[in-house]
């Protein structure tokens, strides 16, 4: 009930916690009225300057001068109505109602400049300096593209003020200034401080990231570009104010060929489609929804159908036809009004716009095409056969080249075999009448080989794989060659991406071929080395997937020793086979089969000698790659070596081969699964060197591989080492934002429970990383559901740690209560010394920093966890539990100064600051740190807090001193710059 001051009042202050947007405005409107009802004109005017802020971020720019004249019309009749925070609101809001009108292309071009005159004169009235001013007088020469160099020149040339925009605000216009300019690099220059952390705001750098998307890529900085998108649209995600930068981000899509991402994009913002209130930004918005679309028309996908305006469904080619009107009306309306052609020109530039990539860059997120029924990326279409009328194209020879690439399964064969297709599947295609002298074979026989190798292709699912293998099975027949249909229909009924295959029936395959290749028919040979090696791979894999279901990967007794050797016997027959007919690439097959067979046994069996040899056999796999003139398959070969050093600990001999892997993956066009597995051990490898960046790169390229083969599982474990590698580089919002996304593709509930539980852990830590404690608790307390139920319940008082830790700090104080006893209940029974000291650490902190020296209870509360913290590293020590935490004794000292200090107990402060350098300094070299940062800490109590400091420098001089005789100069220089401070002030 609103029918009292008070409850007005209480109602304002809630509603400002609330994020902006449709509820916070509609609130605020309702306000409105409910203060209207008392003579209380300061409270009329709160209630009013809340409404304009909710119309500024809530993209309705129509409304925002109406209610800003009501203020203006109340602060004139009840000056006294408005104190400084009042007046100063109101005259910011000045600036606001000039950008609105500026938004509304019905607002006539004299009326605008009219209200900057109101604006100048009022300024000067007030005292107030006019950069403020010049700043709009430049927004309106840039929009309507008359006067710009000299209106930017008298903004950027004067000094800030108290009613300028925030400086990172005004970095990103100067920063566009210089894009529109075409000097990207000057803009991204300008942008700098912005991007680093060293501006910001409210809508920076979030703001800033969607405009400098394009600059980015024309400078060649596609990483920046990437971690520019993932976090800015993270931000920028269902915010009806953030209309301008969501089609920017809807431009990067179309830009960097990754449309499906654009239309879930498309589909989460939907609701921007009945947002009329700011038309400017709805110009960019339908600007780069009309971009993304008209990609999709050009190439051919007109009729997959998009997320639109709420109502009837549409395809692309409808709502592009209906953005491209309403588009061209809206930026004619505001070329009319202003007498320029600025902003017709500026949406035309846009739309000009092509695709900047060859194929998708890849962006760490799942292409979600199946989402709204967007195509997947694919790679580029074969091109056309060269040759014109009067200078046919050689079949013979093409189908020739194809057969060579096949044989040794080169990456290139299928786009060979594609060219192929393009010519003997055209309409009117005629044979060539001297096919069988030329070699070239029946037109049976070259569509079944056609449909043959298309069924290779691993992004096929085993459906189609099956009909091509069935086609290319009765061709053959047709074509008079037995052996090959028996190769066809063994692949038919073999193991595929996601069946078994019925190996009993292989084997009869197997054994039909043998007696063919015996009597000397066609091909036989040939079939019976390839049907060898399909049965192997069958074999070994109902061997593995036996094991892994009774023990895990790594654990139980490994694979059944029968069904093993019967593998291992397919596998020698395989190699003599591949001998006998000159298949040299087959033999090395058999031996990297046999290799990651003993690889595998040697995970379960210790001490057998598998891992020796396992590199025996890639070593003669290697020497045989080279006989059969076949460099393209070492890309297997030194990823299998790479793979065996990594298992074993070799990290740096496992960068090193899995580097000249990639490298053969790269030259040769590699787009196999081995090729995706090359660059996701490089990412593994690379984490484990502690070299995180090149991780996240790795494994970047890793999930845009697995994407392209449709391989969801996989693509989403990449992705969950893509996070964690993000998060580790210090770059956790592009970490969380990878990590989002994962948990919604349909592939993670598939994924091992561990490694689901990984990802929620590494995106709980990473959301508190980036000060968002509310999200990261509600990520720990759904993984504690989950851990519960582990048998290494030290995993669950570590999620329960951390999330009374992060309840904390998110200010949940009877939540964080009850984690911290199920932390510490979990604890008693299943040790996590480490997490459970730092969490009552945290709370200690967070405690008193909260409550402060007011709140005697809470000093109590905050004092009580670090007896706590310290009785578990006295229990940790007396019970020989794993505790790595350094120097407790000091952490301990140190924290408790820190909570002391918050509590306004300074003398206290310091005394047990001074208890902590001591426990620093007893525990060696090892902690010089954190010594260093106590003294810190203490020379700072004395300088500020106890007004000694006289006391604080020679404490400074001392510790550097002492440091530098220790050999210690690093752990000297923040001391060193805390002395030079104080010799200032």
């Not at 290139?412 to 044979?431: F, K, Q, S, T």
């Amino acid at each position: 009930m609103l029918d009292t001051i008070d409850a007005v009042r209480a109602a304002l202050r809630a509603n400002d916690q609330l994020p902006y947007g449709r509820p916070r405005t509609v609130t605020a409107e309702e306000l409105v009225d409910a203060a209207e009802q008392f003579d209380d004109p300061e409270l009329l005017a709160v209630a009013l300057l809340e409404l304009t802020e909710a119309y500024e971020y809530d993209a309705e720019q129509r409304k925002l001068p109406v209610a800003f004249a009501r203020i203006a019309k109340l602060r004139k009749e009840h000056p006294d109505g408005f104190g400084d925070w009042e007046n100063h609101a109101t005259d910011w809001r000045y600036k606001w109602v000039a950008a609105a009108l500026l938004s509304v292309p019905e607002v006539p071009l004299e009326a605008v400049r009219r209200w900057h005159g109101e604006l100048r004169t009022h300024y000067l009235a007030q005292g107030h300096d006019l950069q403020p001013y010049y700043a709009r007088q430049y927004r309106l020469a840039a929009h309507t593209g008359e006067g710009v160099p000299d209106a930017f020149e008298l903004w950027a040339t004067r000094w800030r003020s108290r009613y300028s925009d925030c400086h990172a605000c005004e970095l990103r216009d100067q920063a566009l200034h210089f894009v529109d300019l075409g000097d990207d690099e000057r803009a991204l220059e300008v942008w700098q401080p912005v991007f680093s952390g060293e501006r910001s705001c409210s809508e920076e750098p979030h703001v800033s990231r969607a405009l400098a998307l394009l600059p980015l890529l024309r400078t060649g900085r596609v990483e920046e570009a990437r971690s520019a998108h993932l976090t800015g649209y993270r931000w920028a995600r269902g915010r009806s104010g953030a209309a301008r930068a969501i089609g920017l981000h809807l431009e990067f899509c179309a830009l960097t060929r990754n449309e499906p991402r654009g239309l879930e994009i498309l589909a989460e913002n939907r609701d921007l489609f009945d947002r009329h209130g700011d038309p400017l930004s709805r110009l960019h918005f339908l600007t780069g929804a009309q971009l993304l679309l008209g990609r999709l028309v050009e190439d051919g996908h007109g009729d997959v159908p998009v997320a639109g305006p709420p109502g009837e469904h549409r395809t692309a080619a409808r709502l592009h036809a209906e953005l491209c009107t309403e588009g061209d009306e809206l930026a004619a309306r505001f070329d009319a009004r202003n007498g320029t052609p600025a902003v017709g020109g500026a949406r035309r530039a846009r739309l000009a716009r092509t695709p900047l990539f060859a194929e998708p860059m890849p962006l760490g997120l799942r292409a979600a095409g199946t989402a709204t029924g967007a195509p997947q990326p694919v790679p580029a279409p074969a091109a056309a056969p060269s040759g014109t009328p009067d200078e046919p194209v050689d079949l013979a020879e093409l189908v020739s080249k194809a057969r060579e690439l096949s044989n040794t399964n080169h990456p290139d064969a299928l786009l060979h075999w594609n060219r192929i297709g393009a010519l003997v599947e055209a309409p009117g295609h005629r044979h060539p009448e001297d096919a069988e002298q030329t070699g070239l074979g029946p037109l049976a026989q070259v569509r079944a080989e056609l449909a043959l190798e298309r069924a290779f292709d691993e992004r096929l699912p085993d459906a189609d794989a099956d009909a091509l293998y069935a086609e290319a099975a009765e061709l053959f027949e047709q074509a008079g060659l037995t052996a090959r249909a028996l190769g066809a229909r063994a692949r038919l009924v073999g193991p595929g991406n996601d069946k078994p295959g019925d190996l009993p029936l292989v084997r009869d395959i197997r054994a039909r071929l043998a007696e063919l290749a015996a009597a000397g028919t066609p091909f036989a040979g040939r079939e019976l080395v390839a049907v060898l090696q399909l049965q192997a791979n069958a074999e070994m894999r109902a061997a593995f997937e036996a094991a892994t279901a009774t023990g895990g990967p790594d654990g139980g007794p490994g694979p059944d020793p029968a069904a093993l050797a019967e593998a291992e016997a397919t596998l020698e027959q395989l190699y003599t086979e591949a001998a006998r007919h000159g298949f040299p690439h087959r033999q090395a097959n058999a031996r990297l089969l046999g290799a990651r067979a003993r690889f595998l046994v040697g995970r379960h069996r210790q001490g057998d000698g598998a891992a020796a040899e396992a590199d025996r056999m890639i070593t003669e796999a290697e020497q045989l790659v080279e006989q059969a003139a076949a460099p393209w398959r070492l890309a297997h070969v030194h990823g299998q070596r790479g793979e065996l050093a990594m298992y074993h600990g070799d990290l740096e001999k496992a960068e090193e081969y899995l580097r000249r892997a990639a490298a053969v993956v790269a030259q040769y066009g590699d787009r196999s699964t081995g090729a995706a597995r090359v660059h996701d051990g490089l990412g593994r490898t690379y984490l484990g060197l502690g070299r995180p960046a090149e991780a996240a790169a790795a494994f970047t390229e890793s999930a845009a591989r697995y994407d392209r083969l449709g391989d969801a599982d996989d693509a989403a474990s990449a992705r969950i080492m893509l996070g964690q590698a993000l998060c580790s580089a210090d770059r956790a919002d592009d970490g969380v934002a990878v990590l989002e996304s994962v948990l919604l593709e349909p592939g993670f509930a598939e994924l091992d429970v561990r490694e689901q539980a990984q990802a929620r852990l590494t995106l709980a830590r990473g959301l508190r990383e980036i000060g968002e404690p509310r999200a990261a608790a509600e990520e720990y307390l759904l993984l504690a559901d989950r851990v519960a139920e582990f048998d290494e319940q030290h995993i669950l008082t570590m999620v329960a740690a951390e999330a009374a830790a992060t309840l904390a700090a998110a200010e949940q104080w009877p939540a964080a209560d009850l984690a911290r006893q199920r932390a510490l209940d979990s604890h008693r029974t299943a040790p996590h010394a480490d997490a459970v000291f730092d969490m009552l650490l945290r709370q200690a902190r967070h405690t008193a920093d909260r409550h402060g020296p007011d709140h005697p209870e809470a000093a109590e509360q905050a004092l009580a966890r670090l007896d706590e913290a310290a009785e578990v590293a006295r229990t940790a020590e007396r019970e020989g539990q794993d505790f790595s935490s350094g120097c407790p004794d000091g952490t301990l000292h140190d924290t408790r100064a820190r909570t002391l200090s918050s509590l306004d107990r300074n003398e206290e402060a310091l005394a047990e600051m001074e208890r902590a350098v001591a426990a620093f300094a007893a525990h060696g070299p090892g902690a010089h740190h954190g010594r260093a940062e106590s003294i810190r800490v203490a020379a700072l109590l004395e300088a500020n807090r106890l007004d000694r400091p006289d006391a604080a420098r020679a404490r400074l001089d001392a510790a550097v001193a002492a440091f530098r005789d220790a050999g210690a100069p690093e752990a000297a220089e923040p001391l060193v710059e805390l002395r030079a401070r104080l010799a200032r002030h």
